[in-house]
Nanobody, 115 residues
């Protein structure tokens, strides 16, 4: 069973930075796509960004230029560097990994942006 463990959430002021990290428990399994989604209570979960095994990245327009997504050398980790944070970024952030066996989710980590 694959488990995704997230870390790095918390509080930041507008304009501040946070870094989220996620590690998949099975380093012997390939994850062609890993990424981050976020969800505001009462709203649907939405994609923030994803990165392929070959480091091709996609970020949604609302975070382009502010967020960076990257994978570790071991390829079972994915980070989300968030800068120039805005109150609208406040949400629970979920790590996601996909392979032929299925789709896996982390437990979520809260990010709160407030002055």
């Amino acid at each position: 069973q694959v488990q995704l463990v997230e870390s790095g959430g918390g509080m930041a002021q507008p304009g501040g930075s946070l870094r989220l990290s996620c590690a998949a428990s099975r380093s012997d399994v390939n994850y062609p796509v890993m990424g981050w989604h976020r969800q505001i209570p009462g709203k649907q979960r939405e994609l923030v960004g994803l990165i392929t095994f070959g480091n091709v990245t996609h970020l949604v327009d609302s975070v382009k230029g502010r967020f960076t997504i990257s994978r570790g050398d071991a390829k079972n980790t994915v980070d989300l560097q968030m800068t120039a944070l805005e109150p609208e970024d406040t949400a629970i952030y979920y790590c996601n990994a996909q392979n032929l066996r299925g789709e896996f989710w982390g437990q979520g980590t809260q990010v709160t942006v407030s002055s």
